[in-house]
């Protein structure tokens, strides 16, 4: 998980192979599913981290509260 600096996110990871995203928010976990790794560069190079959640992430990857505490996303 890459830590970033955002008043709604805490740290974003990314797993190539099964093109799975991670969002750590301060209420929460989420996975997104079939994310292109372009967005996840995009999502950490914006300078709005929750607007970009918002506008291209949040509603168009399918995603699942994360309920694990450990995850192999890094």
């Given at each position: ?16 192979e ?24 995009g999502?950490?190079?914006a ?19 994360d309920t694990?505490?450990?995850?192999l996303?890094?």
């Amino acid at each position: 998980m890459n830590p970033v600096r955002s008043s709604h996110l805490k740290a974003v990871g990314y797993d190539e192979e099964s093109r799975t995203m991670r969002v750590e928010f301060h209420n929460g976990i989420y996975l997104y599913f079939d994310v292109p790794r372009t967005v996840y560069e995009g999502l950490l190079r914006a300078p709005s981290k929750g607007r970009f959640h918002a506008a291209r992430i949040k509603y168009k990857y399918r995603y699942q509260k994360d309920t694990e505490v450990y995850s192999l996303i890094s």
